[in-house]
């Protein structure tokens, strides 16, 4: 997809998803993703596109709405050398995905996209690579529990009921072996 440069370090949930639009239905929000810090960011985005972001991205508070916000306005992944612990774990978990990448790395991206705003970029999930503009490729690190999630498009409790079958036979045989509770 198009990747979209925002260099700035430290950008907060509370910036991603800005207090003036936090009134409007959630659907309606992404049309409003960084307005604060850049008005015209939001208007970018189509589905599929990249953000290669500066350090410590998604950082401040723990609201998940960020991510609603940035998956709303058509953004699916987030490049950047770190991010908000929270932050990250919320993109897991609602499709977004965080890819943590050197500062080096993330620089050189933003250099390309300096040059040819909105080039192509490539984010491979399965072979967990990116391709830049000028074809170098970078690999990064996910959890093996979070890739599959993100692959099959599973939430938490969609992965619990994989093991539906496992859970009840633990019951059964906690009953029958405790029988007097």
């Known amino acids: ?17 800005g207090k003036a639009w936090s009134h409007l239905p ?9 307005e604060e810090v850049d008005p015209a960011f939001a208007a970018r ?8 972001g500066g350090r410590n ?12 916000v940035l998956a709303d306005a058509g953004y699916r992944c987030v490049l950047a050398p770190s991010f908000g612990d929270i932050f ?5 978990k609602n499709g977004l995905l965080p890819v943590v990448l050197p500062t080096a790395a993330c620089d050189a991206i933003r250099r390309q996209l300096r040059d040819k705003v909105g080039a192509q970029i490539a ?11 000028a074809g170098t490729v970078y690999r990064f690190d996910i959890h093996p ?7 099959e498009g599973l939430d938490d409790v969609e992965r ?7 859970i009840e036979a633990f019951e059964a045989a906690y009953k029958q072996e405790r029988s007097w509770l």
């Open 1 to 17: 997809g198009s990747a979209w440069k925002f260099a700035q370090e430290d950008i907060s949930t509370d910036l991603i998803r």
């Open 123 to 133: 984010v491979d999930l399965h072979a967990q690579t990116v391709t830049d503009v």
């Open 145 to 151: 529990v979070r890739r599959k999630c993100l692959l």
């Open 45 to 52: 985005a189509q589905p599929g596109d990249f953000i290669v």
């Open 88 to 92: 990250a774990n919320n993109c897991g």
């Open 26 to 34: 959630p659907k309606e929000q992404g049309a409003h993703c960084l």
């Open 160 to 166: 619990t009921r994989q093991y539906q079958g496992a």
């Open 57 to 68: 991205f998604g950082c401040g508070s723990s609201r998940e709405a960020a991510v609603y």
